[in-house]
């Protein structure tokens, strides 16, 4: 008995992204010395809309149909087919920084090792307009600047700092000392570097954190080159989807709601009441209002929709 004859299936070649491939390899500068550098990548938009609709070959949807399906995906956080797309990037980072870029545990990294290498010569500066001062109400942020005069003098006193912490180090390697040793004193504003390796449904979560203004501003600063710089250039439409529905969302929680709703229903009063009942303020009475972070996002978000804020009019 003859076997069929099976047909081989075609040959599909590479997926590529001709704007993408443009930088490839290109360092994008990051602070004054650190840099972001696109080392390799695996697959598109036209990867994510395939896995989603679990097809072959280049497909006979139209690009709207693509798009319409991809900010699909996006709006309802299915985030699988978005995992079809890797990105590696070589980062050259320092230290402090590397520290929170580093908590973001999904992706594949290998660092630049001390102990095997001699510490990169080059640590990152502040300049004199930005010493950034403590937050009142926030223990992790940042609010405002220090005065000019005042800048110039921590500048100056940090490049003696750094260069002293240098020279030290030297002069410990010009000793025998063991770079493992040796590095201890090192300031953690030296730069490191790593490659990092991600797919794209982890990394538009990381783009998400490190986006929001509350991030510390240095991070920021990758976090926009990554993704105006790459992202963008890389996957289009799922870029376009992730900025609309993620970066420029505005999630109501149930107390939220019930606020609005009733501000709608009965007014600046009405609202008041249902904000004491749902424990976003005080019972009546009370003469003034202990902080609360909840009140001060459900603040935030009356803003932004145009609304008033009853319990501060």
């Not at 099976?6 to 040959?11: H, L, T």
């Not at 010395?33 to 695996?42: E, N, Q, S």
């Not at 490659?195 to 783009?207: A, E, Q, S, T």
């Amino acid at each position: 008995m003859t076997e069929p004859d099976v047909e081989a299936p075609e040959r599909v070649a590479r997926p590529a992204v001709a704007e993408l491939d443009e930088i490839l390899g290109l360092p994008l500068r990051v602070l004054d010395d650190g840099f972001v550098r696109v080392v390799d990548y695996l697959g598109s938009d036209a990867a994510i809309v395939q896995a989603a609709r679990v097809s072959y070959g280049a497909g006979t949807r139209q690009l709207q149909e693509d798009r319409g399906l991809l900010r699909y995906l996006m709006r309802h956080r299915h985030s699988t087919p978005f995992e079809m797309c890797e990105l590696k990037l070589h980062v050259r980072v320092p230290m402090d920084c590397w520290r929170q870029w580093i908590r973001h545990r999904t992706a594949n990294v290998n660092e630049y090792s001390t102990r095997y290498s001699v510490a990169i010569d080059a640590m990152y500066h502040t300049s004199a307009d930005n010493w950034r001062l403590q937050a009142n109400h926030n223990r992790q942020g940042s609010a405002g600047v220090l005065d000019a005069a005042a800048g110039e003098t921590l500048s100056r006193r940090e490049l003696e700092l750094q260069q002293q912490a240098r020279e030290v180090y030297q002069e410990r390697l010009a000793h025998g000392v063991a770079r493992e040793l040796a590095r201890k004193d090192l300031p953690l504003s030296t730069y490191t570097e790593a490659y990092w390796k991600i797919d794209l449904h982890n990394l538009l979560h990381f783009l998400a954190l490190r986006l929001d203004g509350h991030a510390q501003q240095e991070i920021r600063s990758y976090a926009q080159t990554i993704g105006h710089e790459i992202v963008r250039r890389w996957c289009p439409l799922t870029w376009e989807a992730f900025v609309d529905y993620r970066l420029h969302r505005l999630e109501l929680t149930r107390r939220d709601l019930e606020v609005v709703r009733a501000f709608h229903a009965g007014g600046k009063a009405a609202a008041i009441v249902r904000a004491q009942e749902v424990e976003l303020l005080p019972p009546a009475g009370t003469t003034s209002y202990p902080r609360n972070r909840e009140r001060d996002e459900l603040e935030q978000k009356l803003t932004l929709l145009g609304l008033p804020v009853p319990w501060r009019e």
